[in-house]
């Protein structure tokens, strides 16, 4: 068993292994999206990002992903969970931290297996970050949603919802100072025509949607991503939920939100998924609206054991 740094330029001569072994892991993992060879390379092997490899017996048993900046860090495997070892992932582990300073911030997965192991590196210790607090991955549930939806729309006509066309300059427009409002952005000209680009390109290439509510004035939007994910199901990820500051604490989040749940039911989608923090207040509102809890990202400092 051997563990190798593993390059870009590694790519043509066993590229499609590597590519194979994302592949069969990302089967056994949740709501993980559907890329194709290209798109793969692209996503995970970014220009600042470490990788390396478990080889055994002339196969990959091990892929390890460091996604890296100046203070925070995302640490992935992909392991099968047939080869989940103790020694596989301490040497895996043990190879990526030696590249960090003590003290750095790693973004890491709960699911089964990862803590566990990282509880058993007795040459590092693992405690969580506070005050920082978890990020949940939450999956609509039509059951636990406390909305009527037989009843009719709680809209007004001067307060409709409807979809941002990207080709509607104005609509562009106005939904950038919105999003400015709402997170006390720069709102300058220049700055708003940026965020334009941005909201445009995102609703043409990548499957994005953006829901507004109001007529004359915007008072909140929604956007959401649709993609295929491994197992050929459809999935939307609740991107962003926000409200104008003048216009909060009328329930206008929960408003907007429950119309949009319904429109993406309507096109049959498998899951419903949003992410926010443990601490957010938001996940009142996402729970009252039939989100539960199914993973959990933890944010950890590595500290090296006491000798």
Same mark, same amino acid.
């Not at 059951?143 to 009719?152: A, F, P, Q, V, W």
């Not at 949009?260 to 998924?273: A, H, Q």
């Not at 992410?275 to 959990?296: D, I, M, Q, R, W």
């Given at each position: 068993m051997q563990i190798q740094k593993y390059e870009r330029k590694r790519k043509k001569r066993d590229g499609e292994k590597v590519y194979d072994h994302w592949l069969r892991v990302a089967e056994q993992r949740p709501h993980s999206p559907h890329l194709s060879e290209d798109q793969f390379w692209d996503y995970f092997f970014g220009p600042d990002d470490l990788h390396w490899i478990l080889i055994a017996d002339d196969k990959i048993k091990g892929l390890l992903h460091l996604e890296s900046s100046s203070d925070l860090n995302f640490l992935d495997f992909w392991v099968l969970e047939e080869d989940l070892e103790e020694k596989t992932i301490r040497r895996l582990t043990g190879r990526s931290l030696s590249y960090l300073d003590e003290g750095q911030k790693i973004f890491t997965r709960s699911i089964p297996g990862i803590r566990w192991y990282?509880?058993?590196? &007795?040459?590092?210790? $693992?405690? +969580?970050?506070?005050p920082i607090s978890p990020v949940l991955w939450k999956k609509y549930?039509?059951?636990?949603?406390? %909305?009527?939806?037989?009843?009719? +729309?709680?809209? !007004? &006509?001067? &307060?409709?919802?409807?979809?941002?066309?990207p080709e509607q300059s104005s609509q562009i427009r106005r939904l950038a100072q919105l999003i400015a409002e709402v997170g006390d952005l720069k709102s300058d000209d220049d700055s708003l025509s940026e965020m334009g680009k941005g909201l445009k390109y995102d609703m043409a290439d990548r499957n994005v949607s953006y829901w507004v509510l109001g007529k004359d004035e915007y008072l909140a939007y929604v956007g959401h991503e649709t993609r295929e994910q491994i197992s050929g199901e459809q999935e939307t990820q609740i991107e962003e939920v926000g409200v104008h500051p003048d216009h909060r604490e009328r329930g206008l989040g929960?408003? /907007?939100?429950?119309? =949009?749940?319904?429109? /993406?039911?309507?096109? *049959? /989608? *498998?899951?419903?998924?949003?992410? %926010?923090?443990?601490?957010?207040?938001?996940? $009142?509102?996402?729970? !009252?609206?039939? $989100? &539960? %809890? =199914? *993973? *959990?990202i933890t944010l950890l400092t590595p500290q090296r054991a006491k000798e």
């Open positions: 990282y509880d058993r590196l &007795e040459e590092w210790n $693992f405690r +969580s970050v506070e549930n039509s059951e636990k949603d406390d %909305t009527d939806h037989n009843e009719g +729309s709680n809209l !007004s &006509e001067m &307060e409709p919802i409807h979809k941002i066309e929960k408003l /907007i939100l429950q119309e =949009v749940l319904k429109k /993406i039911r309507k096109d *049959e /989608i *498998e899951g419903i998924y949003v992410k %926010t923090h443990s601490k957010n207040p938001a996940k $009142f509102l996402y729970k !009252s609206c039939g $989100f &539960e %809890t =199914v *993973e *959990e």
